[in-house]
């Protein structure tokens, strides 16, 4: 009688250690465990489905969820993916491309050669600039991708509206000067601005603070190039019958083709703080005073 019990004892722990062996645990959804033969799992993961394995259990999940999946210590982590992929960390991504829009400046002036009349005194609140960066290329610089440094293309236009009721004008071999517009018959000013347009290339460093995907705290700085495209003065003014006027007059006023900025960037997600300084001067310095503009204002990124 002993013998039989014995037997039985076995035949039950050997049919059980072959059902292990048959089946698996599956997390299915993530909703209900459910118990399937090993050649059934195999057959039910599609192309973009990975098989992780961990703690005797196997569980299906799309790829779209892997980055919101719990993830178990690394020592009992395996890994198993049958597309041959490994999952990686997201990409990096600098922030540039977006809108921008600060007030404007002159930092450092120079007017020695004009006796230091500073005809070029800017009204501060009617003075801006705004950049539209509309391409980027970003490179990661970390494992984590958490650190890089990134590049590409905007577009930067400035106007610099004048304190007083002048605007400037410079002929060839000449220094640019100011001109009074009572000179020129203009008695009610509305604004008199100088206005440029400039294509900018950045190189820039930026670090993330680690938060869900790209939607990071972060902070950027480098170096913007600029190259001038346009520049021209502009008179708003009252005629004497009571009509708008215009007058505009276009020119290169001695501004030097290139300039090159430092900027520092803070934000989080979609919204930064910036600030611009001048490394060089805005005009040849011996076609007109020594300018350098710095302006500070507020981004939105995309």
């Known amino acids: 009688m002993r013998i039989i019990a014995a037997f039985i004892i076995l035949m039950v722990c050997g049919l059980s250690a072959a059902g292990q062996r048959d089946s698996v645990i599956v997390n299915d959804g993530w909703r209900k465990d459910t118990v399937r033969v090993k050649g059934q799992v195999i057959d039910t993961l599609g192309k973009e489905t990975e098989m992780i394995i961990w703690d005797n259990t196997v569980r299906e999940s799309e790829e779209e969820r892997r980055n919101n999946m719990v993830k178990p210590p690394l020592d009992s982590r395996v890994f198993n993916t049958l597309s041959g992929k490994v999952p990686r960390p997201n ?3 600098g922030h540039w491309n977006g809108f921008y829009f600060g007030f404007v400046n002159f930092g450092k002036t120079n007017y020695s050669k004009y006796g230091g009349d500073n005809f070029m005194e800017l009204d501060w609140a009617s003075s801006f600039t705004m950049h539209f960066n509309f391409a980027k290329f970003s490179f990661g610089l970390s ?8 590049t590409g293309f905007g577009l930067d236009y400035s106007r610099l509206c004048f304190d007083g009721d002048i605007t400037v004008r410079r002929k060839k071999g ?3 000067h100011a001109v009074p ?4 018959g203009i008695e009610e000013v509305k604004r008199s601005t100088f206005k440029a347009l400039y294509l900018t290339i950045p190189l820039m460093l930026e670090k993330q603070i680690p938060a869900p995907h790209w939607k990071r705290f972060y902070v950027s700085t480098g170096f913007i190039g600029g190259i001038r495209l346009h520049s021209k003065t502009k008179v708003v003014y009252t005629s004497e019958k009571g009509n708008r006027r215009k007058l505009k007059e276009n020119g290169s006023y001695g501004m030097v083709p290139f300039k090159v900025d430092y900027t520092l960037r803070v934000g989080y997600r979609g919204v930064c703080i910036w600030g611009n300084y001048s490394l060089t001067n805005m005009f040849n310095k011996n076609r007109a005073p020594e300018l350098r503009p710095f302006a500070v204002g507020f981004g939105i990124t995309i």
């Open 181 to 184: 517009l009572s000179d020129l």
């Open 91 to 93: 990409k990096f991504r």
């Open 174 to 176: 000449e220094m640019l």
């Open 143 to 150: 494992p984590r991708q958490r650190f890089g440094i990134f």
